[in-house]
């Protein structure tokens, strides 16, 4: 069975710090290109992060410099390292994983308030 699981969302203060995972089942992992997209209420589905299976890296403008994606291609799990988060961060972030298809996880919710 294919599934995308992410976990590791909470609430976090302005300037705090989480990590995001997504454990990959059913699919060759290390052929993927894996990704991060969030959603705000209201708003688009936006590309946060991607991670090719070479390991190139790409990343929104908005948080170049404070988030880190990886990956464990023997672990099959993808994480985000969100560091100085910001109040307009706060959205349901979504895996996902491209090669021939597209597949999206359940998404987790990530709240940054004081």
């Known amino acids: 069975q294919v599934r995308l699981v992410e976990s590791g969302g909470g609430l976090v203060q302005p300037g705090g710090s989480l990590r995001l995972s997504c454990a990959a089942s059913?699919?060759?992992?290390?052929?993927?290109?894996m990704g991060w997209y969030r959603q705000a209420p209201g708003k688009q589905r936006e590309l946060v992060a991607t991670i090719t299976s070479a390991s190139s890296q790409n990343y929104l403008d908005s948080v170049q410099g404070r988030f880190t994606i990886s990956r464990d291609n023997a672990g099959s799990t993808v994480y985000l390292q969100m560091n100085s988060l910001k109040p307009e961060d706060t959205a349901v972030y979504y895996c996902?994983?491209?090669?021939?298809?597209?597949?999206w996880g359940q998404g987790t919710q990530v709240t940054v308030s004081s």
């Open positions: 996902n994983a491209q090669r021939t298809a597209i597949l």
């Open positions: 059913g699919i060759i992992f290390s052929r993927y290109t």
